[in-house]
Each structure stands twice: as C-alpha cells, then as structure tokens.
C-alpha cells in the first residue's frame, strides 16, 4: 500500500491553457474524491466516483472543469482555459466503501494560472 | 446545509504543553474526521470518531453527537505537530458523500 500519488506536485501555467492532473488511490479503494483549497480555507469538495461511476459534482465545478475515472482506477482532473482564479492546491483522496469511509489523501497538485 | 465552526481559530503552544481543540456542527452527523494539514500540505486522517471517544498516542478525540460537537486534544505537544488541524463532517445518506470542512485551527508549537 503506497497511498493516494498524485501527479504532477506542481503546475505552473498560462491563462487560457489547459491543464490535466492525475490521481492514483490506494489501490482497493473504490471510491475517489477531488477537492480544492485555497489559502486560508478548508478542501471544497469538487466531485466524486464511486468505481468508475461519478455519482456527485459541485457547482464549483464548472464546464471547464471535467473529471474522470474510466476503469474505476485511476482518475484525471481537466481544466479547459485556465484562469487566475483556479490557482489552488487541488487534491485528491480515496476511501472504501464501508461504514467509516474513512478519506486518505494524496499531497495535492498546486496549480499557479499567471 | 451543515455548518461547520472550529475554535480557536489560532493557537500558540511551548513544547510540552497540552491543548484542546473544538469543533461544533449545525446539524446531526454520521461521519466525522480530524485531519492533520502539515506545513507542506499534507492531509492526514487522525481519526474517524462521529461518536464517542479514542485515543491514538499522545492525541485523543471526543465526540458527544448529541449535543453537535467535537474535541481533539493534544497532550505534550511537540514541533511536529504544528500545522493546521480540520474538523469535516457528513450526514451519508443516500448517495451523499461531500465531506463539509471547517476552516481550521492553526496550531505553532514552538521549541
């Protein structure tokens, strides 16, 4: 068991480029969450999958943002025309479906839109 | 929704000191977690408690469901634990699964 990776550990980016994050869970876990924070805030959570299923999206994820977990493994987080505004620590947790549903998270991918 | 609110907001410990940390939500839970945010960024689960009480080495959680709160307390606190420590909540049912974060306590100890 390695934990929740998470690729790259930063991005560095211009406005109007899009960017693509990756997310590897802890490998029997079935579900997979995404979240962002900003400083000073707690995570916001962004979506979730169950297997490759993605069962809830915020309405902080907006038609720029699209997220995907097509063989209920690993997962990849797009944003189409970044702007100033995205720049964040964007992270990425993993539970299994049981009673707890404890979270354990990756270290997060830091994104700066210039 | 649920409301999450965390007190102190800051906190400024010497080394060996003890401390308690609070956590209050606005509405009956059934999942709640502490987590660990270190200088670096790293989020880590101390503990799944929506109710009653653990212990995990020196830190120890209590939960008291009833009456909608939360204690995290750290007992001869050491430079390492600084960082920011984070009460989330939720109520799962159905398909629910948005974890709702508070903003945090920001705990320094110093040597």
């Known amino acids: 068991d390695t934990g929740v990776s998470q690729d790259p550990r930063h991005k560095i980016t211009k406005r109007g480029q899009n960017v693509t994050f990756r997310c590897d869970p802890i490998?029997?876990?079935?579900?997979l969450y995404w979240y962002r924070q900003t400083l000073g805030q707690g995570p916001e959570f962004l979506t979730y999958f169950q297997n490759e299923a993605q069962l809830e999206k915020s309405r902080l994820l907006s038609d720029r943002f699209s997220a995907e977990r097509p063989k209920g493994s690993f997962s990849t987080l797009e944003i189409q025309r970044t702007e100033q505004g995205d720049s964040a620590m964007y992270l990425c947790?993993?539970?299994?479906?049981?009673?707890?549903?404890?979270?354990?998270f990756g270290p997060g991918t830091r994104l700066t839109v210039l | 929704g649920i409301q999450v609110e965390q007190s102190p907001p800051d906190l400024i410990l010497q080394e060996g000191a003890n401390s308690t940390l609070r956590c209050n939500f606005s509405?009956?839970?059934?999942?709640l977690q502490w987590f660990h945010q270190n200088p670096w960024g790293q989020l880590i689960n101390l503990f799944y408690i929506p109710s009653g009480t653990k212990q995990n080495g020196r830190l120890s959680a209590t939960t008291v469901a009833t009456e909608r709160y939360s204690l995290l307390y750290i007992s001869s606190s050491q430079t390492t634990d600084s960082g920011v420590y984070f009460c989330?909540?939720?109520?799962?049912?159905?398909?629910?699964?948005?974890?709702?974060w508070g903003l945090g306590t920001s705990l320094a100890v110093n040597p």
């Open positions: 947790a993993s539970s299994l479906a049981q009673a707890t549903d404890t979270q354990y």
């Open positions: 490998s029997e876990h079935n579900r």
């Open positions: 509405d009956s839970v059934n999942n």
């Open positions: 989330a909540v939720l109520n799962n049912a159905g398909n629910n699964r948005k974890l709702i």
